[in-house]
C-alpha cells in the first residue's frame, strides 16, 4: 500500500468520526472565586460620624473626669496623656476642643481609641448614663451604621457568592456530582481511535515493505540434506555390488538386509573343487 493511499484511508477515517462527538462531551469549568470588597477606612467613617460633634464629646469628657471612675479612662485616652491633663480638661475644655479640631491625627486616634478597643467600651458606658450621652453615641452609631450601608450590602453580597461558589467547587472536584457519561458515545470515541490507529499501523507496514531491498537469487540460502554417496536413507539397508570371485568369474550377488538384519561385512568366497 503506497503512501499516498495510506493518506486517503486516515482522511476517511476521520471523516467517519460521530459528528456530536464533541457536543456529546461535558465541559466543564472551574468556578471562579468572588473577590471580597476591600475593607472601609475606618478612620475616615469616625471623622464622619463625629463630624459637629467633637465639641459635646469633649465637654461630656470634662463632666465625668471628675469622677473616680472617669479620671481612670480619661488619663489613658490618646491626646490627655499629661500630668494634669484631667484637671486642665475640667478647667478649660475648649482648649482640648480646638487641639483636636487642628489635629487631625490626634483626633483619629482618639475616636478609634473610643470606638474599637475595651478602654472605649468602658468610656461608652460611663458616658451613656447621663441623657446627653446616652442621645449623642446612638447618634454616632446610626451615622457609622450608615456610612458602613454600602459595605455591608456589598458583604451581604460577597457571602452569597461565596457560598454559591463553594458548592460549585465541590460540585467540580467531587466525582459523586461529576455528570452522567453516555457509554455509547465512549465506546464510539473509542472504537474510531483504534480505527485511526488500526489505518496508521497498515500504512507504516506498508511503507516499510516499500523501503526493504530485494534478497538476491544467489543470496538465498535453501535447506537441503546433503547425503553422500555412502550414505542412503530409506526404510531399509541395501548392500549392493558385491563381487565375489568364483572359478574364475566374476559374480555379482545383490543382498537386501532390513533395518533388523545383521551384514557381515567379511565375505568369504567359496572354496573350489581343485
Sequence with gaps: MSMQNSGKLVSNSESNKPQNEIANLAVRTLPVQPEAPEDPDMNA???????GKVDDLIKLLAKVAGSKDGEKI?????????????????????????????ND????????TIQDS??????IALLERTPAGH??????ADKIESELTEYNDAMTQYDEDLTAYEAELEQFI???????????V????????????????AAAAAAQTEEEPLVAEDEVVVDEEIITEDEVISDE????DEEVLVDGEVVIEEEVISEEEVVDESITPPVSGS
Design 135 to 140: 442621645n449623642l453615641f446612638k447618634e454616632i
Design 186 to 201: 465512549a465506546d464510539e470515541i473509542i472504537a474510531a481511535a483504534e480505527a485511526e490507529v488500526s489505518v496508521e499501523d
Design 237 to 240: 539397508e541395501v548392500v549392493v
Design 174 to 184: 467531587n466525582p459523586a456530582f461529576l455528570p452522567a457519561v453516555d457509554e455509547s
Design 45 to 51: 467613617v469616625y471623622l464622619k460620624a463625629y463630624e
Design 105 to 112: 491625627d490626634d483626633l483619629e486616634s482618639l475616636l478609634d
Design 74 to 102: 480619661i488619663k489613658h485616652l490618646p491626646g490627655f496623656e499629661g500630668k494634669n491633663a484631667v484637671k486642665d480638661l475640667q478647667k478649660h475644655p475648649e482648649t482640648f476642643i480646638k487641639s483636636f479640631l487642628k
Design 118 to 123: 475595651k478602654l472605649g467600651d468602658k468610656l
